[in-house]
């Protein structure tokens, strides 16, 4: 069974940082992709980075420039710079193994955005 763990949300001024980080533990040496997502109050889910295995890094156009996607073993971290009210979502961990034939979803961890 894999479990994706995040942490690293909570409340934070316009124009500061935060890191989340997600941990994947289970049966899977590795995963072909991982990333966030995030959904605002009334929206749909959005991919916000994506980290493959192999391969650059893939940013949402609202969070280039700003945010940082990077992966370490089982560990997925997104590195949040001058946050702004339209960052405020709930960020969810992804993981896709291309063997398993799915993807794996975190329980999502709080992010909002004080103007």
């Known amino acids: 069974q894999v479990q994706l763990v995040e942490s690293g949300g909570g409340l934070v001024q316009a124009g500061g940082s935060l890191r989340l980080s997600c941990a994947a533990s289970?049966?899977?040496?590795?995963?072909?992709?991982m990333g966030w997502y995030r959904q605002a109050p009334g929206k749909q889910r959005e991919l916000v980075a994506a980290?493959?295995?192999?391969?650059a890094a893939d940013y949402a156009d609202s969070v280039k420039g700003r945010f940082t996607v990077f992966r370490e073993n089982n560990m997925v971290y997104l590195q949040m710079n001058s946050l702004n009210a339209e960052d405020t979502a709930v960020y969810y961990c992804?993981?896709?193994?291309?063997?398993?034939?799915?993807?794996?979803w975190g329980q999502g961890t709080q992010v909002t955005v004080s103007s």
């Open positions: 992804n993981a896709v193994s291309y063997t398993m034939g799915r993807a794996y």
């Open positions: 980290a493959p295995r192999v391969g």
């Open positions: 289970g049966k899977i040496l590795s995963f072909n992709n």
